[in-house]
């Protein structure tokens, strides 16, 4: 299991929101490629690059940036504006391995398949959802879809991994949903888990639990909370801290 630490892009900055709200926002840094370096060196396999303004204008707007971070090292899965198939190539030839289709994944399911189909292996779908239903437009918009559907859907599709974010816990620090997460275990998809990981001991909840690939760690990074190293000895099985677990 990884522990895949979070870059959000905005405005050419490292931020960090809270339930994704634009108006609720952190920065963190200047530059973002020396933020993924950091992570790097702390012994990151893999880093999660969210391009917030191309979330909340429908076309990635940091390709630039993914380029810089792509260079770092680890590989890195890019989201945020991924509507097209032009889209979707262009952060991948910018560097990044995998491509994050969020949105899309609901409102264009042909695009999600060919997708597939032209990428594959490379296409992971993100599926933030805010009371059981998906979310899509940045978090700005709760559709009726449920979640646990719409990972159905796109299994059919030729996706096999998905990332699934529960919004309201994103960014408050408050552990995460594992309730919601559970719901979404047992439809022969590997689940990268997100939102609200807040302690060691979030980490080791997740870790238990079927089907779990990664964890996307952000605020809690961040503001230390979370040790880089000690998350990654508590995903390998190790455990900086004393558990009775």
């Known amino acids: ?19 994704g709200d ?14 993924a370096q950091r992570w790097a060196q702390g012994g990151a396999k893999k880093l999660h ?6 979330a909340f204008s429908g076309n990635p707007q940091h390709l630039d940036l993914i380029g810089e971070i792509s260079q770092v090292g680890p590989p890195i899965q890019v989201g945020g504006g ?15 391995s995998f491509a994050i289709i969020g949105t ?9 398949e060919q997708a597939c189909k032209e990428h594959p292996g490379q296409i992971l779908v993100g599926i933030d959802a805010r009371d059981g239903y998906v979310a899509v437009k940045g978090w700005t918009e709760k559709t009726k879809q449920p979640a646990r559907e719409l990972a159905l859907k796109v ?6 991994e998905i990332i699934f974010t529960d919004i309201s816990r994103d960014g408050m620090l408050i552990g ?7 719901g979404m275990l047992d439809l022969g998809l590997k689940v990268i888990a997100s939102g609200g990981v807040s302690s060691l001991a979030d980490i080791r909840a997740i870790a238990k639990l079927p089907n779990i690939s990664g964890i996307i760690i952000g ?4 503001t230390g909370d979370i040790k880089l190293d000690e998350a990654l000895a508590v995903a390998q099985g190790g455990g900086a801290c004393p558990s009775n677990g």
């Open 155 to 160: 299994r059919d599709l030729g996706v096999e």
């Open 49 to 54: 690059v969210v391009d917030l303004d191309g």
């Open 104 to 112: 899309a994944a609901l409102a264009d399911p042909i695009l999600l």
């Open 176 to 182: 995460p949903n594992l309730k919601s997460l559970e």
């Open 1 to 19: 299991m990884l522990i895949i630490p979070a870059i959000d892009l905005r405005g050419g900055k490292c931020v960090r929101l809270i339930q």
């Open 219 to 222: 605020k809690a990074l961040y």
């Open 82 to 96: 991924l509507r097209t198939l032009e889209a979707i190539a262009d952060v991948l030839a910018a560097g990044a």
């Open 22 to 35: 634009p108006k609720a926002q952190t920065i963190y840094g200047d530059d973002p490629a020396a933020v």
